[in-house]
T-cell receptor
């Protein structure tokens, strides 16, 4: 069964700091990978997705993620965070099966 | 083009009552997914449905929980005889197919008192 691990439960950064959130998955076949963001009190919104092609994926709001197949990883990055990036971030994997599995989430707090 | 519509946004039930949560997928989306979000636990998959069919219910508790997606009307997540531990946010998502990203609804926050 596919599973997703997010290494950091809570990350606290100052504005302008660089961000990297880890995501590893376990699945033997071809995968589609996603990062979602959930702002306080809101529903999940898609940040970016990887299906195939260039493993470096650009998303909205300056986020990007890199798919490293050999490491089963899809880490999320942003060179300079803003206070408005405070949210919970979820990595998700769809292994071509019937459903998407989510990681437990990483709560990002950006201090102004 | 309305997104995924969930109602009610907030639902309060006493222990032992039934809770019915509704989800209308985006227009053109025939795949519906239900997730439960507990504090500090992230999103847990519950069930995946297509019209009139349950495709995968491996995340559903064996008792008291059921889901349907009829030919006409919204998908319904039904919780019978609710208990305090059922208090959570329940999110519905839809997609046009299993290999696409999902669009999420705003969720229903169930509180059992």
């Amino acid at each position: 069964a596919q599973s997703v691990s997010q290494h950091n439960h809570h990350v606290i950064l100052s504005e302008a700091a660089s961000l990297e959130l880890g995501c590893n998955y376990s699945y033997g076949g071809t995968v589609n990978l996603f990062w979602y963001v959930q702002y306080p009190g809101q529903h999940l919104q898609l940040l970016l997705k990887y299906f195939s092609g260039d493993p470096l994926v650009k998303g909205i709001k300056g986020f990007e993620a890199e798919f490293i197949k050999s490491k089963f990883s899809f880490n999320l990055r942003k060179p300079s965070v803003q206070w408005s990036d405070t949210a919970e971030y979820f990595c998700a994997v769809n292994g071509g099966g019937n459903d998407m599995r989510f990681g437990a989430g990483t709560r990002l707090t950006v201090k102004p | 083009n309305a997104g995924v519509m969930q109602n009610p946004r907030h639902l309060v039930r006493r222990r032992g009552q039934e809770a019915r949560l509704r989800c209308s997928p985006m227009k053109g989306h025939s795949h519906v997914y239900w997730y439960r979000q507990l504090p500090e636990e992230g999103l847990k998959f519950m069930v995946y449905l297509q019209k009139e069919n349950i495709i995968d219910e491996s995340g559903m508790p064996k008792e008291r929980f059921s889901a349907e997606f009829p030919k006409e009307g919204p998908s319904i997540l039904r919780i019978q005889q609710v208990v305090r531990g059922d208090s959570a946010a329940y999110f519905c998502a839809s997609s046009p197919g299993s290999d696409y990203g999902y669009t999420f609804g705003s969720g229903t926050r169930l509180t059992v008192v």
